[in-house]
Structure formats: C-alpha cells, structure tokens
C-alpha cells in the first residue's frame, strides 16, 4: 500500500473566521481606548494653554497697575474690532497658538480664540475680584474658560490665582465649605 502524498494545508474557513474575529474584537476594544488618550491629552495640553494666558496675564497686570484688562466676552469673527482676550494679551503670551484648545474644531479658526474672558471681572484690582459671592478666593474665581465643553471632563477653567483645572470650583447658592 502506497503512502498518502504530503498535503499542503493552509487555513480552514473556521480558523480565519476565528483570527479575523479576534481582531475585530482586539480593534474594538483598541479603538475607544486610543481615542479616550487621545482626548485626555487635548485635555491636558488646554490646560497647559490656560496656564500660559495665566502667566501672560500676570504679566499684564504688573504693566497696568494690577487691574484686569477690559475685554469683550469673545467675538464673532477674526475681523472684529473689540478688544478680547486673544488680542489683548498676545504681546504677553508668545504666540497665537496659547489661544487654540486642541480639541476646538470651529472656533479658533473662526474667532481666533478657543476661550472666553469672565466679563464679570473687568477692569477689577486683582485683589478686590468677587464672583457669584465669592470674595476674597481667587482660587474660587474663574477668569478663562472654553467657549464649550469639548473635553471629557467637562470646561477647562483659568482661576485668579493663575490655576487652571478641568473642576468648576465655585456654586451658586448657599453652599457650606
């Protein structure tokens, strides 16, 4: 009796079937893992943004008597006039990139700033700033904040005391500390 000739296996249509879920299911998991990073660093770097108008901010205050500059809230578009946040402290900052959040997809290229200026605080001595109540807590006073929530945490605030968090720190009403 002759010997069966060697055969050449290759893949049955089960294995593959199987490798190829396996993958799906590694991919599937990978994916929302990989994009989730990648939003915390735009988190992080935006953070990082606020703290450089903070610093560019203390700037300003020791060349203008410790006083907030006068700023509109945002604007419409890159060709408005008033005065904002990323007009104003350009001189202090370095560079227009400070103004960009990296997760800001519309905004920035439309107004030229990621951010908004607290409205409430304007032209105030840094030591005699109050907001919704709070007095006398700059680490409680926002004076920068995104102009939406594009992160995972939430807004990325800029406080008065040069801070920057992804945690709103003040409340409305009557709150115990």
Sequence with gaps: MKPFPAMKRGFTLTELLVVIAIIAALAGVAVPVSLSVVAKSREAACLGNLRGIGAGLQAY??????????????RESKNSPEPVLETVLL???????????????????????????????????????????IEDRPELIPLVSD????????????????SSSNKSRFATGNQED
């Design 147 to 162: 102009k939406e929530s594009w992160h995972p945490g939430g807004t990325n605030f800029l406080y008065a005391d040069s």
């Design 91 to 133: 001189p202090y900052v370095g560079g227009a990139d400070v103004f960009r959040c990296p997760a800001d997809k519309e905004q920035f290229a439309k107004t030229g700033g990621s951010y908004h200026w607290n409205i409430t605080q304007n032209g105030l001595h840094i030591t005699k700033l109050s907001f919704l109540g």
């Design 61 to 74: 205050l020791s060349d203008h008597n410790q006083r907030l500059p006068v700023l509109a809230l945002g």
